[in-house]
């Protein structure tokens, strides 16, 4: 008499690392950072070809001009921290002399430049930050143009699956905006529906806007004593930005374009035809604009970026506390208690994540 074979017995399976950072802008760098300075093995996924997310420092010759966040405030002292550390070349807003207004009756001066307060700059773009917070990290620890298509959670573990590959930690963070994760990546109903319909209408920072940057030979506006800057009901643009360098030096003005949603990306001849108008002849000859269109950014928006407008969600409560037993983390500027929208804030959010890990499995 033969006997039926036994089964083999059933595996546990085991982490690759301890944590999974899925998006490598400022915050999941920071927050790999600091899971790694306390003895954490990370793996950090990233969708774009690039780090730094939100920040994005575009190069034209030897210049490069910022299409994502600009600005960092004295009061935000995790970015200053790391500016100062990395010794990045920084420098202050250029504020001195009159913004200009625009309705559909004309264009006005005003007197003082009522639309821009000190605050910083990195002389080369604020994508420096992040390949600054890049090069603190063991090499091998980020790994481009994988985006996360799928996260489950079994056997107190968490499985990640990329196009190329699956790794598992004993936990994640989600340095995504929140709607971006609910809308691209597949939790297999995992997430409490609440939360879910959370995350799914929560605005992204810089999602539904369109950024454009003129860039010229010089920054002819103060010859004129104007501040670059400017308020307009008329558009393409709604507010004006001197963007240029130290000492003026690349001479740039940079605006923000917010449309309604459908509205097409404005176009190049649009954007000048609006800066000649505001500033004046010499504005119609730029070098170049730089535009970009953060809503058709697949990366950063969901296909609704436009339609989510509830910005008192960031910071809600419900992104403080991880989910799923401490396994899932939330870690993006739209989920800061502080600076939520600014490079500060994703930071901060990064800092809170990483704590929460530490903190749980010490």
């Known amino acids: ?32 950072g600091r899971l790694i300075a306390e003895g954490r093995s990370v793996s950090v996924l990233e969708a774009r070809d ?10 034209v010759g030897e210049h490069r001009f910022d299409l994502g966040a600009s600005w960092f405030w004295g009061n935000e002292p995790l970015v200053n921290d790391i500016v100062s550390t990395e010794q990045l070349a ?28 000190p605050s910083g ?24 143009d994988a985006p996360v298509a799928a996260i489950s959670f079994d056997h107190g ?17 989600i340095a995504l905006p929140p709607a971006l994760a609910a ?19 929560t605005p992204v920072w810089m999602g539904g806007t369109v950024k454009v940057v003129a860039h010229y030979d010089r920054p002819f506006w103060r010859d004129a004593g104007l501040a670059g800057s400017g308020f307009s009901y008329v558009g393409p643009l709604g507010e004006l930005h001197d963007m240029s360098g130290p000492n003026g030096s690349p001479a740039a003005i940079f605006g923000f374009a917010r449309l309604k949603p459908g509205e097409p990306t404005p176009t190049a001849a649009a954007v000048v035809t609006q800066l000649t108008d505001l500033f004046g ?25 436009s339609e989510l407008t509830s910005y008192q969600l960031f ?36 800092e809170r994540a990483a704590l929460a890990i530490t903190s749980s499995q010490d």
């Not at 573990?157 to 963070?173: D, G, H, N, W």
């Not at 730029?286 to 269109?293: G, S, Y």
């Not at 989910?323 to 500060?344: K, M, P, Q, V, Y």
Request: aromatic share 4%; net charge negative; proline share 5%.
């Open 1 to 32: 008499m033969t006997s039926e074979p036994s089964a083999a017995p059933e595996t546990t399976p085991t982490a690759d690392v301890d944590v999974v950072v899925v998006g490598a802008g400022v915050s999941g760098l920071h927050a790999a």
């Open 50 to 59: 690039r780090v730094g997310g939100r920040l994005l420092s575009r190069a």
């Open 90 to 117: 920084a420098f202050g807003q250029h504020l001195a002399g009159d913004a200009m207004f625009q309705t559909d009756e004309g264009v006005q001066r005003m007197q003082g430049n009522q639309l821009d307060v």
């Open 121 to 144: 700059r990195i002389a080369t773009g604020t994508q420096s930050i992040a390949e600054a917070l890049l090069n603190r990290l063991p090499e091998g620890t980020v790994t481009l």
């Open 157 to 173: 573990l968490v499985q990640m699956r990329t196009a190329q590959t699956t790794i598992t930690a004993a936990a994640v963070v």
């Open 183 to 201: 809308a691209a990546i597949d939790f297999g109903g995992t997430l409490p529906d609440q939360f879910e319909r959370l995350c799914s209408i």
């Open 281 to 305: 002849p010499e504005a119609a000859n730029p070098i170049n604009v730089l535009i970009q269109d953060w809503r058709t950014e697949p990366f950063t928006s969901p296909a609704n970026v």
């Open 315 to 350: 910071g809600h409560d419900a992104y403080q506390r991880p989910l799923l037993d401490g396994r899932l983390h939330w870690c993006s500027t739209e989920t800061a208690t502080f600076a939520a929208g600014h490079i500060e804030g994703a930071l901060q959010a990064a």
